[in-house]
C-alpha cells in the first residue's frame, strides 16, 4: 500500500499537528509513500517547522511561487519542484488554509486526480460554486455527491465512506468533533437532543485577536457545530449556540442531553468512558476539586508524551453532571473540554487512511494505539 499525502496550510494551527500525527500511523500502517509540503511566504515559522518535519522524518518541499524558491534554498531547504508539481505527486491532499482560501487547493487536487480533505472550517456550496463558475473541473454527479454527503465522523460512518468511494470528504471541526464524541457515547441511552452553549475561544494561544477581556459576543442562534453533527446522528436534534470568551484554550461547552426514559449520571460516565477519544475527569480528587479548565489540562497533558503542546486528542468531560427529570424524559447537564488545535487531527489521520484503502476493521485502534490517544477515566482507570 502506498500514498503521497500532501499539505496545504501545513503549518497551521491543526495541519501542523496532523502532518505529524500521519507520519506516525502510515509508518504503523505500513503504508509507504512520501509527505510534501506546499510552501509559501519563507517566514520563520514555517522555516521553523519544515526544519523540524525534516529532523523528525524528513518531508518533501514545493514552492507556490517559483520567485520564492530561492528564499527558501538559501534557508537550506530542498525544493523538489513548484505548484502543478506538488499536486502531481500528492495521491491525498489536505487543505488546511484559513476559510474562504481553500478554493484554488480544491480545485488543483481535484484536476490532479487527488482525494481531498477538507477540515471543518471549510464551505462545501461556495466551493462547489466556484468549481462550477471556473469550469476546469468536471463536476460529475458522483462529485456532487461528495460535496453533498454528511460530514466525515470517521469514528461513526468510516465503513459508509469506504463503500462511497468519495473522491472529496469534509472532516468534522474541532467543536463539531466534540459535540459527535458525545453524542456517540449516549447514544445508547436513548439520546434524543443535545441543547446548549459552546463558550468558544477567541483565539489559539498564538493569535492577536481583539477582545475585551471582561466582554462575552454570544451568538444569535444555533452555530454550524450542531448543525454539522446533526448531519452524522441524524436521529439526533442539536440546537447548540456558539459564544466567543476571551481565552485561548480550552473551548469548553455546557450542554443538555435529553434522554427518553430515566438515565443516571452514573450511567452516563460509564458510556463516556468506554467511548474511544474521550476521557472522563473526576470533579472530586482525594480532596482536590478539579473545576478550573486550564488546571484539567494541565493535569492531563503533564502526565502524556505529545509532540507538539499543547496536544490533547480526547474529549475531556467532567463527572459533574447535573440530572434533571421532565416528565418521562431525564436531562442531564454536562460541562466537556475541547483543545481545539489537536481534537479533530485523528478524525483527520482517519480520512487519509480512508483514502489509501485501509480496511475499517481495525482503523480506530491503529490510530488511537499509534498516537496513544486514550479513553476511560482519569488518571488511571485509561486505555488506548
Known sequence: MKSNAGFVGFDGTENKRTLLALAQVKKA?????????????????ALSIVSKFN?????????????????????????????????????????GTPGDEELPYVEAGLSHGCFVSLMGGADRHELLKGLAESGKV??????????????????????????????????????????SRLALAARPLGL????????????D???VVKASPCAIQFGKGAGHQGTDAGTVFEEVKFAVRASKVPTTVPHTNFLNLIFKGSVTPAQ????????REVVVMPYQDEGKKHDWTS?????????????????????????AIIPFKLGDNTILQTVS??????????????????????????????????????????PDKLAC
Open 29 to 45: 500502517a505500513g503504508i509507504e509513500g512520501d509527505l510534501n509540503v506546499l510552501l509559501r511566504k519563507p517566514h520563520g515559522r
Open 55 to 95: 529532523r523528525l522524518f524528513g518531508v518533501k518541499a514545493f514552492v507556490s511561487e517559483t520567485a520564492d524558491r530561492e528564499k527558501w534554498e538559501k534557508a537550506g531547504v530542498k525544493i523538489e519542484g513548484g505548484y502543478d508539481d506538488f499536486f502531481a505527486a500528492s495521491n491525498f491532499l489536505m487543505v
Open 138 to 179: 468536471k463536476i460529475s454527479d458522483e462529485l456532487k455527491a461528495d460535496f453533498a454527503r454528511e460530514f466525515f465522523f470517521g469514528l461513526e460512518n468510516y465503513e459508509m465512506f469506504q463503500k462511497a468511494k468519495p473522491r472529496l470528504v469534509q472532516c468534522t471541526s474541532c467543536n463539531t468533533t466534540g459535540l
Open 192 to 203: 434524543t437532543a443535545v441543547l446548549g452553549n459552546i463558550d468558544r475561544r477567541h483565539g
Open 205 to 207: 494561544p498564538h493569535t
Open 268 to 275: 452516563l460516565v460509564e458510556q463516556l468512558a468506554k467511548t
Open 295 to 319: 488546571e484539567i489540562l494541565e493535569a492531563f497533558l503533564s502526565a502524556v508524551e505529545r509532540p507538539i503542546s499543547p496536544e490533547i486528542f480526547e474529549l475531556i468531560v467532567s463527572d
Open 337 to 378: 473540554m475541547v483543545e481545539q488545535m489537536s481534537i479533530a487531527v485523528p478524525n483527520h489521520v482517519e480520512s487519509y487512511l480512508l483514502s489509501a484503502g485501509y480496511p475499517a476493521a481495525d482503523v480506530h485502534s491503529l490510530v488511537d494505539k499509534s498516537l496513544g490517544i486514550m479513553h476511560g477515566i482519569w
